[in-house]
């Protein structure tokens, strides 16, 4: 690239530092200059919660680069609090305002590049600018909700409003900040936009473990202060929700505002229209990170993905691009992870219900496991669930929440779904082994097995939904329980349905059932139930199902025993 | 299948039962027989040297299902403490003998299932059977090693005869017990099967750093006892290392003793000759585990893979064939890894020794890295190394040593090279991000990075290795140092060669270089190093590269400053 190569960067907090340090490292001469309202570049904004909850107890580890480092090492201009007002697309121009001084100045470019990232979504509700009232984006915001925390009087209630991502990890900072915490989450469930709701009634149930209360289905409609402008209370129709503090995290939308009014195209999901090397309609301005619109690889529709993750791999291909060269990005698949407390909650693809909306006729597993051999010690559990195409058992999507280690499993997943494996694929993964870290079949490969054993007929099951309706409509039917008597001492299913059949005596009592019973059988993980419903099925049994993920996936009440 | 299907199976360790219990499910009415010379079926052997260590105390938990289990609850003939003979393709039989009263019978199969494992490799080295020296494959070789443990004359030496997999997990377990361990191994590096001597180097500073003395490059001759026939001395060629107790792990061979004299056909490997379907030369007769030969996905070259992981995958393909089925099992990777103290080692693929070996050009690239965002608290760092054919860019293999979460990057890895990744596609994957899990871009994302940096010529480098010969040929040329002060007087490496000039003052300082020298450039990770090659570049300097993987993946020694 020539000297004369001019490259404007607006935004600096993730996609813009990273496009500008490619750039320079591709084009050791081309003049790169940095345009950011704030006072920080490169922030740690996904380090915000934790930053809040004192886990990350020093504000300067939320800032990866000082300016320093850009102007003086990296031989950039920047230019922090300052404003891009608006872009001239023809004239090749950028119109900034200092925002200390109000001073305005225009800036000529060759190559421009968006990163104007995202904005917290806050619909129209009344009160919501009272004190205490909050949402959370950037360094100012997490210090804004440190100091309100830090006055004791306002420390009670929390309410968070939208069980999200953010939502959740709040949930746990506000906690351990010693507050009582509800979310109010207006879907079905937690993260709804992310889990099945098998999946999310897990996380919830653990969350009530954890003292957070969790109100789904209710709708904001606004909120109430005090005379000092405080807010009291948190309205949701005819219900109220007393609150010292508010979090509102409902989500983000991308900041295309410069965008549209410079006439690029903006797509459906309402993030800048992008091509595969990250050019908007014009092919001197580059877009990535939060404000564009990505392709979901499984789909092929467009998506908004909000990832810091995405951000950076945005920003080094736009870094190749405006200093010559032409690297295309191919997409997302929806990867997300989230530490709430102790659990360990991620997905990535799709889920059950995204796929149907897909279009896509599914079959799913539900597999409760450890995460490593059981019998070295510290083995923590969680549930897993792969989501694939009926039929060409294409893998979709998946799933998993728990104390294990989640985010492995979320990853080789990632992978495959990258390269369109298929169930089977998947269970023939040579994953690495050893008991520290592994059982000698991997989580992934037990839960593909469960969909082959499915896709083949060998295994017929009800979902812990499907059983929790049949007992509800008192429906006649066996529930079949083929623990040991012990763990059936312990903890069991309540209900008239349910009998107590080991599974070591199942051959020898089979006649204590019916072969023209309805039989559903259930034990801890379904490792067992699956072997029942087999013996059963060869005695002749016609019709016989377990339950996918069996207790450890039950999400409804259990009873102790009293006398059996 | 017909009732009259008699499927019999040699071996109850995991590849044996495996096929079992799949067979059962596939087909509830087969008749299913099991031979074991053992007393145990479904035995952990991947745990034994957790049990000698005492991080699992108890024998039951290495059993993973009782006899009982097999016979009861899934119908099936269980022989243990019964040894197979001869097999008869013709007829279709196996010679059975009951080791404990001798007596001989002959059982009739349909089909037959090999599951014979392997056996630990024992030269016939002098004095091998002395007293004090011991192998590991089984549940008596740990408690025979348990027992001579805790007689405390046998506490003080221990002699590892083999720096593999077991050897190192070994180390462990006897440093754990007391012991003072020595590991000895012929060739010039620990783990030579699966690390390069980069990755391995790094292994062996920390396994000294944990008191455990490595000596390469020695080949045992033989043993010396004492007056009662147990073993004082272990003997490589001139030199004599003192041991109470010694540990030959040499790795295994497999068992295929039986199918050799059953005149099934045999590999170059040494293992069993199958098919994809895990079929033998003689269709009616299967084999799985440690006693066959895979393939390896990437040379398509066939290759021992004695890994429980393997085998469970063998033992339910097998049960699917058995019954009727038709699958195939595709082969393997060379996954693996290793909890050494408190490093985790991790590896799959080709290493660049064994890519060069099968003909690949290969460029890699050497990544020390943290797990997780530096930001949140308790990241661990590693070296990540990944090895891509030059050109294509085809990923080839990876290894990951250190104490962070190598297991989750090995996996991905795996993932990625079972679909034929590229490099490119390794990098844009959407691997899952939030701080307390990874960095917005994964170690494996930079990794493949610097791998296209290296393969579009933006990056130039130096291994350790070729910067460590240049020091000790004396070669003039400047080593720059271009980290910060205080990280220059805490440490850096030795030599009159060496440079200190910071990153942020390199552009003004940079008239203290000459266009003309050789200059390589390290720092501590590289990121600082490649940067200031850019720099350098850009100013028109001719001849720089940076060191691969800088003082982290620096083996040698370092100094402290003394003045500067």
Redesign the interface.
Known sequence: MSKQNHIVIIGGT?CGPKAAVRA???D??ARITIIEQGEDLST?T??LP?YISG??DNED??V?KQP??FE????MEVLTGTRAMSIDPQAHTVKVMNIENGERSTINYDKLVLATGSKPLVPDWKGKNLDGIFTLSDIPDANAIRDYLSDSENKKQVVIVGAG?IGL?MAEAFVTAGCNVTILEALDRVLPALLDPDIAVMLEKYLREEGVNIVCGQRVTGFQGDENGRVRKVIAGDTEHQADIVLLSLGVRPDVALAKDAGLSIGSTGGISIDKYLQTSDPDIYAGGDCVENIN?ITREPVL?P???????HG?IIGTNVTGGREA???????????VFDY?V?R?GLNESQAREAGYDTVMSLVPSDEH?T???GSRGFIVKLVAEKGTGKLLGGQVVGMG?A??R???L???L??G?TIG?L????????????S???PL?HAA?VIR?KQSG?ARTLTPAGVWKKLENGDRFVLLDVRTPPEWQEQRIDGEQVRLLP??E???KINKLSVDDEIIIYCRTSVRA??AQ??L???GFKNVKFMDGSLDAWPHGTIPASTD
Do not use: W
């Open positions: 993730a320079r490292r591709c050791p001469s740690a996904c380090g934790y886990v990350i580890n939320m990866a320093d480092y003086i090492t990296l031989d991502l990890e690889l993905a990832m810091g993750s995405t951000a950076n791999k080094r990005f191919p997409g997302v698949l929806g990867a997300a992870i989230v530490k360990n991620g990535v051999a019998y070295y010690p280690d985010a492995k979320i990853d080789v990632a992978t495959a990258t390269f494996a694929d269970a023939d993964i040579d994953l690495a082994y050893a008991p520290p870290y592994n000698a079949m991997d490969h097995n054993n060998l599974l070591q199942l051959r020898r699956y072997q087999r013996i099925d060869g005695a």
